[in-house]
């Protein structure tokens, strides 16, 4: 069980999880801080900003939360304060901690902060790095997505569908495969819904896109509509009615 506890440090206001680290200050979020301690794994840019850090409870993923599209030019890493339950990164860390006590394959939150900046804040979120693990993307490119894959993608699905999990950008980025199963990751602005057919088909229609895009159809010809699409289909259903 998570033990979830708020600091204020002198950067801004912290949210841990104590059962994993004992505590948690400004330094964490700082990847500059990690790379001096030799724990900084990997860096990389893109709108999340995301770095691979060597913890005390393990190796984890520190992501900056980042605006994208249009917006990202005015704003870029600030979002409007309505509230400290309101921040994105407490609210992802509090959704991935129930998903968590659930059950649910999701990676752990270890900590977030948000830190004010007058009317606005900035926010950033580390979770649990999940070992060994490729996306489904590139699975996809390496030649390793099948109808048998496709039908575990599917099972996923359902398992976070049956609690009413919305996940806001389903997509193939965000499915971790490794030996122990799959997991869903990111779910920035993600929340817990009565479970509908709309939202759930809207979701799976999303990820159907991601595929596409990514070449889905170009690398299987008929193959993706024939089998691959409805397998995943197919077992979603199946599980979802378990």
């Given amino acids: ?3 979830q506890r708020v600091e204020e440090g ?3 206001t912290i949210l841990f999880d104590a059962a994993r680290v004992p505590q948690v200050d400004d330094d964490w979020f ?3 801080r990690w790379r001096e301690r030799g724990a900084l794994r990997a ?4 709108r999340g900003g995301v770095a691979i850090i060597d913890t005390p409870a393990g190796e984890a993923v520190l992501r900056h939360y980042r605006r994208g599209g249009m917006v990202a030019r005015l704003l870029g890493d600030r979002y409007l304060f309505t509230g400290a339950q309101r921040t994105r990164s407490a609210r992802e860390f509090r959704l991935l901690a129930e998903l968590a006590r659930r059950g649910l394959p999701v990676p752990p939150p270890l900590a977030s902060r948000y830190v004010r900046h007058g009317l606005r804040y900035s926010a950033d979120l580390i979770t649990l790095r999940i070992p060994d693990a490729a996306t489904l993307a590139e699975r996809l490119a390496d030649g390793a997505f099948n109808a048998g894959l496709a039908g575990r ?3 996923l699905i359902a398992r ?6 919305w996940h806001a950008d389903l997509n193939a980025h965000n499915i971790l495969v ?7 990751i990111d779910f920035d ?3 817990l819904r009565v479970p509908s057919t709309g939202w759930q088909r809207a979701n799976l229609a999303r990820l159907k896109r991601s595929l596409v895009k990514l070449g889905a159809r170009d690398a299987a010809g008929d193959t993706f509509d024939a089998e691959w699409w409805p397998a995943l289909i197919e077992q979603y259903e199946r599980s979802l009615r378990a």
């Fill in 1 to 3: 069980m998570t033990e």
């Fill in 10 to 12: 002198a950067g801004g």
């Fill in 30 to 32: 700082l990847p500059h």
């Fill in 43 to 46: 860096q990389a840019g893109g």
């Fill in 153 to 155: 993608v599917g099972d």
């Fill in 160 to 165: 976070f569908h049956r609690e009413g999990a």
């Fill in 178 to 184: 490794n030996g122990d199963g799959l997991f869903l």
């Fill in 189 to 191: 602005r993600g929340r």
